[in-house]
């Protein structure tokens, strides 16, 4: 089956929710797609009924803490399980360049020696760029270059085994150059920060983020049939679900799905 494991929902600085990553599955086969902002990725991991030694795919979409601090844990108590014949095989990171020099760095700075030893061993660093092709879970993936403005952002899009197509756009608005590449997409990903009645309270396009109508007027125009709405404040989390899908549904025509944590969307 394929499926989206949500282990976050949040922005940056949320504390009611964990930040926005999540589990692509294929069949018990499991891309992780960020890592949030710290050890309680293992505790979502764990709560999402995911074994850690079956991970062996990692996408990091950027260098902000709340999408890249978790893998230090996360590869900490791999290269712990595997010492221990807990896990087997490699890792595969697929990230940016200066994402890959700031994980290789903390690693060097903090692990302890046989820890570093393991992760040399076990670690493969795939340095992402706009277009390159990856086989991952049984998909073929391509990279985009998202076009953020103020850090390299890269988010992928694939063709699911059921015919689908699926996007993941990242933490930023989807750009007027990826437009075209995003059109018809059977299943989108995309940031929102807050709703539209909240634009001057949270200032979301100063931090290169969106409104709910940001996103579906501009879904709408491109033909997606299924949107995904998540990165968002956690100040309305317990209405948050049915106040952010009567937003999009006044400007986008498809499928909304606005997840909780640990939520699962059937693809």
């Known amino acids: 089956m394929e499926k989206i494991l949500v282990l976050g929902t949040g922005a940056g600085l949320t504390t009611k929710c964990y930040n926005t990553c999540f589990i692509l599955e294929n069949d018990e086969k499991y891309l992780l797609v960020d890592t949030g902002a710290g050890a309680q990725i ?26 890249l601090l978790g893998i230090f844990p996360l590869v900490r108590i791999i290269c712990r399980d595997t010492l221990a014949n807990a896990y087997e095989g490699k890792v595969n990171v697929y990230c940016a360049k200066e994402v890959k020099e700031i994980i290789e760095k903390f690693v060097l700075d903090t692990f302890h020696e046989k820890f570093f030893q393991i992760y040399q061993e076990s670690i493969v660093f795939h340095e992402i760029e706009d277009g390159q092709k990856y086989d991952v879970i049984g998909y073929e993936i391509e990279i985009l270059d998202m076009q953020a403005k103020d850090v390299i952002q890269y988010g992928f899009q694939t063709k699911l085994n059921n015919g689908k197509t699926f996007s993941f756009l990242g933490d930023v608005f989807c750009s007027e150059k990826n437009a075209d590449r995003i059109k018809n997409t059977d299943w989108v990903c995309h940031e929102v920060f807050c709703m539209e009645a909240e634009n001057e309270l949270f200032h979301p396009h100063k931090i290169n983020h969106s409104t709910v109508k940001d996103v579906t007027e ?26 952010y899908t009567q937003e999009a549904k006044e400007y986008f025509g498809g499928n909304v799905y606005v997840p909780d944590d640990f939520d699962v969307i059937e693809l």
């Open 218 to 243: 501009k879904m709408q125009t491109l033909g997606v049939k299924n949107l995904v709405l998540w990165h968002t404040k956690d100040n309305c989390i317990e209405k948050r679900k049915e106040l």
């Open 42 to 67: 293992l505790n979502q991991i764990q709560k999402a009924n995911v074994p850690l030694n079956q991970i062996h795919d990692i996408f990091i979409s950027h260098k902000h803490i709340d999408h």
